[in-house]
């Protein structure tokens, strides 16, 4: 993978309570066309500390910009072994095209390739064309789309277990 350099000063970080205010709105803003989707349940927004803190392979964590403001976050939830799955990807609307969402995505994978997942993996809509090169910049390959309600879903993933093929070539 590439060096990532943030365009914005951002910190990031991992959750912490008094974060639950605005994670909850992030994720309120970032619905499809303006609605959650019908499988989404919210339940791990509901309770960060309990969906992604109380295990050592999940973890949460939000971007700080100069201004103390939360302006994004990320998760990592393990369902399987040696598979990490991100989660809650969002960069609040006026942050966008900052680096943020990069920022994000690379703490998260270092995250996963320090617990050894073997890989990883995300779901996006596929409106949402940032995310998607986003997802692309990391080596994420599309796995498969499916339709659910009247909007379509993409699967990505990413094999940890191959190895960086940047350092493979040196």
């Given at each position: 993978m590439q060096d990532v350099r943030p365009i914005s000063s951002v910190k990031i970080r991992s959750f912490a309570q008094t974060d639950a205010g605005v994670c909850k709105r992030l994720y309120m803003e970032g619905p499809i066309r303006g609605r959650i989707a019908d499988n989404d349940t919210g339940l791990d927004i509901d309770n960060i500390p309990l969906a992604y803190m109380s295990s050592v392979d999940n973890h949460f964590w939000v971007a700080e910009n100069r201004a103390g403001e939360v302006v994004g976050m990320i998760g990592v939830q393990q369902h399987e072994s040696g598979e990490g799955e991100i989660r809650r990807l969002r960069v609040r609307h006026d942050a966008r095209r900052r680096g943020i969402g990069s920022a994000l995505l690379e703490a998260a994978v270092k995250f996963c390739k320090e617990k050894q997942h073997l890989k990883v993996t995300l779901d996006t809509a596929m409106d949402l064309e940032p995310a998607i090169r986003l997802f692309e910049k990391f080596r994420f390959k599309l796995s498969r789309k499916?339709?659910?309600?009247?909007?379509?879903?993409?699967?990505?993933y990413l094999d940890?277990?191959?190895g960086d093929p940047a350092r493979k070539k040196k």
């Open positions: 499916r339709e659910i309600s009247d909007r379509t879903m993409l699967y990505f940890l277990y191959s």
